[in-house]
């Protein structure tokens, strides 16, 4: 397909792991972003990833990346409430833009 | 960091006013672009600026006209606003360079009676 796409919703307790995925476009994309939405704000960088790269830690967050299959995902360990949110992956088009997806709406429970 | 910030958190309209949405962004950044978030659709780009007095039609530019007279400035303006314009507006900016990060402002959400 032409889009970035994601599931739309997770759900998860407290504490445990949650993993995000998303299917981009373009396998030649140089980097791709992971964004967080807390409800009623704007969108805030979470993490990106270049290219060459496998896997990235930060802290509680994890991406893999596997470009065979142009296949992305966000893994966040102990999720917590402060954690529920909606997640949109993005990949840069031309013109140094970016394509979104539909973005997966993450609920923690308690 | 990279501050971005718009002009209204809510915004409420009538249907035929002109509408301006303003947006700032204070690290001196090449590109500026304006988005609308809808429900289901995810964010859709309405148009972009890569440079003052420059403007290039994004996916939904129909409804919409820009301007940026000042690099750190860029308005979204709704001549003649519309019910189907309810929504919520996202402005970003970026340095141009890599990684080509974005960086979002607070949004402006916009009900139009």
């Known amino acids: 397909g032409e889009d970035v796409e994601q599931s739309l919703f997770l759900s998860v307790r407290e504490g445990d792991s949650s993993v995000i995925n998303c299917t981009y476009t373009?396998?030649?994309?140089?980097?791709l972003y992971w964004y967080k939405q807390e409800p009623g704000a704007g969108l805030q960088l979470l993490t990106y990833i270049f290219s060459n790269m496998d896997m990235k830690q930060d802290q509680r967050l994890t991406v893999l990346l596997n470009k065979k299959d142009k296949h992305l995902s966000l893994r966040i360990a102990d999720t917590q409430t402060g954690d529920s949110a909606i997640y949109f992956c993005?990949?840069?088009?031309?013109?140094?833009?970016?394509?979104f997806g539909g973005g997966t709406r993450l609920m923690v429970k308690p | 960091d990279v501050k971005v910030t718009q002009s209204s958190r809510y915004l409420v309209k009538r249907t035929g006013e002109k509408v301006f949405l303003e947006c700032v962004q204070d690290?001196?950044?090449?590109?500026m672009f304006w988005y609308r978030q809808d429900p289901g659709l995810g964010l859709r780009l309405i148009y972009f600026?890569?440079?003052?007095?420059?403007?290039e039609k994004g996916d939904i530019p129909e409804g919409y006209s820009v301007s940026r007279e000042k690099k750190e400035r860029f308005s979204l303006i709704l001549e003649s606003a519309s019910t189907n314009q309810t929504s919520m507006y996202l402005c970003?900016?970026?340095?141009?360079?890599?990684?080509?990060?974005?960086?979002f402002g607070p949004g402006t959400r916009l009900t139009v009676l």
């Open positions: 993005a990949e840069p088009n031309a013109g140094n833009m970016l394509t």
């Open positions: 690290m001196d950044h090449e590109n």
């Open positions: 970003a900016s970026s340095s141009g360079q890599e990684p080509y990060t974005q960086y």
């Open positions: 600026s890569y440079d003052v007095k420059m403007k």
């Open positions: 373009d396998s030649s994309s140089t980097y």
